[in-house]
């Protein structure tokens, strides 16, 4: 793509910014084409043409199978979590499933203690990871593509990561699930539902949580980001509620000063230029189009790019110490989980 993806990042419109409690939201809009129809993996679930699957009757934990029977392509977004089969799974990259098309996807498990069906086909859970646990997992999977060219996570850490967030949030789980933290604390996350607002015509997000930058999400279709919009926002919701408690029990990295900040547009500009200076290497996706992979000081991010036009956007704010796993008390925190 020969870093066009400079002329989105840097010819953003930001919308006017939206704040509650200690996240802010910037809206992101562009007139550039974004390629190829498609529409979100909800809206093809529903229609009954679309299916996911476990790969075979014993299952395989780092893949699933996808069927699209429909005319159309679906869109499966980086964190996407899905339910059901043998264990929950979330998507390692984004991918466009081609019309009329089946393959396997690339996951990672989300639900470290059931290996058992409860359900012979997947549904959408109404979740995308954690914002930092994405940028993380895609670090993860940046690397691997580096080493042998596959889109694998590191499951070990994952697992930790959903077992933390469980610990931090006091939220037990008999099989260690993520969905399980998010339906605890879904009384909190609609508290943010209901103060951020898609507007009209809007194509991304940029947060920052505790007044830095987390992280954006830039989808090419109006029509598909307004059905992916609640999804997003209780991702980095679920961040900002995540550093919350971890200051309450002195775990933060900051004061809790901080985490009044409102960042301004200047902010906002600065994080989406640094996103633009990050090296940026080529793969070919696991559906459509072509994959980009991108690193900078302190920031990750992806693209997926059909015929040279941006469908999926994501870059994220990534601390040393997070990628390194390094969490004292992990195996307390599993024994938390799994009651």
């Keep these: 793509m020969g870093k066009s993806v400079d002329s989105y990042l840097l010819g953003m419109e930001l919308g006017a910014a939206q704040s509650f409690e200690n996240m802010t939201v910037f809206g ?13 993996l909800k809206e ?47 998507l390692n990259t984004t991918i466009l499933v081609a019309p009329k098309s ?20 997947f549904a959408e859970s109404g979740n995308v ?48 699930a993520m969905r399980d933290v998010f339906e605890a604390k879904g009384a909190d996350l609609d508290g943010y539902l209901k103060n951020f607002k898609a507007a009209e015509g809007l194509k991304g997000i940029l947060v920052f949580i505790d007044g830095k930058p987390a992280g954006m999400d830039f989808v090419s279709r109006d029509k598909a980001f307004g059905a992916l919009f609640p999804k997003l ?25 901080k985490a009044t900040v409102k960042p301004g547009a200047d902010d906002a500009r600065e994080f989406l230029k640094r996103a633009a200076a990050c090296e940026e290497k080529k793969y070919e996706s696991v559906g459509m189009g072509w994959s980009y992979r991108y690193s900078g000081a302190g920031i990750v ?7 040279e036009k941006v469908v999926h956007m994501a870059f994220f704010s990534v601390a040393e110490a997070e990628v390194s796993g390094n969490m004292a008390g992990t195996g307390m925190r599993r024994n938390f989980r799994i009651v």
């Design 129 to 176: 990871m954690a914002a930092s646990m994405r940028g993380v997992n895609l670090r993860e999977v940046n690397r691997n593509l580096e080493v042998s060219k596959e889109f694998r996570s590191n499951q070990a850490m994952i697992w930790d990561n959903v077992a933390e967030m469980a610990w931090d949030m006091k939220v037990s789980s008999r099989t260690g």
């Design 28 to 40: 992101l809009l562009t007139s550039l084409n974004g390629g190829p129809e498609y529409v979100t």
């Design 102 to 121: 089946a393959m396997k996807v690339p996951v990672s498990c989300t639900e470290h203690g059931r290996w058992s069906y409860e359900s012979r086909q």
């Design 301 to 307: 991010g992806s693209a997926l790019a059909v015929d």
């Design 44 to 90: 093809a679930l529903e229609t009954g043409v679309f299916t996911v699957t476990e790969v075979s009757e014993g299952g395989s934990v780092p893949e699933l199978k996808v069927e699209n029977r429909s005319d159309i392509a679906v869109l499966l977004l980086d964190g996407e979590e899905l339910r059901g089969a043998k264990q929950n799974r979330v």
């Design 233 to 257: 926002v209780k991702s980095y919701a679920m961040e900002a509620m995540l550093l919350r408690e971890r200051r309450k029990a002195g775990r933060g990295k900051d004061g809790a000063d």
